[in-house]
């Protein structure tokens, strides 16, 4: 996505919202990790310690984000900004938020905040075939385009790790 103008609003869903988690709190982000990409198979970070989560957080400039609904967690997103290129490292929702409507405005809340972390020129993401088999298309429903795709394995470990 290369402009805030490029997100593409969804009706907005009462009781939704971002908290932000700040201070970083590495069992926050084992939690979601393993809760959210347990059907899907992350596997590069399900291992981790909250002491791991903790060094990682510390070490790169990760802005974590838990989305609530009627004050009740429902998801969550990591984002890192790279000199003005916000990659959203993880997005997901709970399992039991699964299936009633709430990727779409979820994922615009996580967007629209992913423009305001320091200077930016563009938010992307990578998916592959171990996210929800909708994921591409809510993706691209919100905005993103898809600038290239790979055959790759995925990856062992997180960059930055």
Request: net charge negative; aromatic share 10%.
């Amino acid at each position: 996505m290369n402009s805030p103008d490029d997100l593409v609003p969804v009706a907005p869903r009462a009781g939704l919202c971002l908290r932000i988690i700040d201070p970083p709190d590495g069992a926050v982000n084992q939690r979601f990790y393993r809760e959210v990409g347990k059907e899907w198979n992350w596997n590069a970070c399900a291992a981790w310690s909250t002491r791991h989560w903790n060094d990682f957080l510390k070490s790169n400039p990760i802005t974590t984000v838990v989305v609530v609904l009627d004050e009740n967690e429902i998801g969550y997103g990591e984002l890192i900004n790279r000199d003005g290129d916000v990659e959203i490292l993880s997005f997901g929702l709970l399992p039991s938020s699964i299936g009633k409507g709430l990727g779409g405005p979820s994922l615009e809340l996580v967007v629209r905040y992913s423009w305001t972390i320091g200077a930016v020129d563009h938010v992307w993401l990578h998916t592959c075939e171990q996210d929800h088999p909708r994921a591409l298309a809510n993706y691209q429903r919100c905005g993103f385009e898809v600038y290239d795709t790979k055959n790759d394995p995925v990856p062992e470990t997180r960059p930055g790790t």
